[in-house]
């Protein structure tokens, strides 16, 4: 079965420091990966996907993601966070091969508060 | 602004009511998703639609319908509100169905508050 998983629900970091949230996936096929940040009273918006090619993403404000395969991780990171980088982050799967369900699963959230 | 449009932003309502919250999605969108958030926990799925035609439904309960008119348009309808339904519900849009890529946009949601 397809799920997606962030064994984190808080990860404090000092500001400057490098910071990185966690992410584990499960599908039968080949992925695609999604990270999506939420800030206070705001709807998600999308930092960076995985689809193919390079296992390192980047995207909005720095961000970056490494895909690994062999331990079906998909960590968020940044090597200097800002304190207004704390907000609320998703991570998210969809197998594109799995038809007539839905196929599009994010994990429970991880909130990340950069200390100043 | 995403381009997704959610009204209303804020509704407080009784137990018992019925409540309809809209969506539009942004141009060029097919797909209208819609999702439940409860005090800053996960998001919850509720129903996907593809072009006027639901796709795949999720964790909504059978007081909870939902439709996407011709225009694109999706409205989310909750009936016999119950307290536990207050919650931030969020749509999104993406311009395929399921097997594409492509990254959903979100609105900025509608809080309901059920007292």
């Known amino acids: 079965a397809q799920s997606v998983a962030q064994p984190e629900d808080q990860v404090n970091v000092a500001e400057g420091n490098p910071l990185t949230v966690k992410c584990t996936y499960s599908?039968?096929?080949?992925?695609?990966l999604f990270w999506y940040v939420q800030y206070p009273n705001r709807g998600l918006q999308f930092l960076l996907k995985?689809?193919?090619?390079?296992?390192l993403v980047k995207g909005s404000y720095g961000f970056e993601a490494e895909f690994n395969k062999s331990q079906t991780s998909f960590h968020l990171k940044k090597p200097s966070a800002l304190v207004s980088d704390s907000a609320l982050y998703f991570c998210?799967?969809?197998?594109?091969?799995?038809?007539?369900?839905?196929?599009?699963?994010f994990g429970t959230g991880t909130r990340l508060t950069v200390i100043p | 602004d995403s381009g997704v449009t959610q009204t209303p932003k804020h509704l407080i309502t009784a137990t018992g009511q019925r409540v309809t919250l809209r969506c539009s999605p942004r141009?060029?969108?097919?797909?209208v998703y819609w999702y439940q958030q409860s005090l800053d926990q996960g998001l919850q799925f509720l129903i996907h639609y593809y072009n006027g035609e639901e796709r795949a439904k999720g964790n909504i309960l059978e007081r909870f319908s939902a439709q996407q008119f011709p225009d694109l348009h999706s409205e989310l309808n909750l009936s016999s509100l119950e307290l536990g339904d207050s919650a931030l519900y969020f749509c999104a849009s993406e311009k395929q169905g399921r097997s594409g890529a492509n990254v959903l946009t979100f609105g900025a949601g509608s809080r309901l508050t059920v007292l």
């Open positions: 995985y689809i193919t090619g390079d296992n």
């Open positions: 141009s060029g969108d097919l797909s």
């Open positions: 998210a799967v969809r197998d594109p091969a799995q038809t007539g369900a839905n196929n599009l699963f």
């Open positions: 599908v039968s096929g080949n992925p695609y």
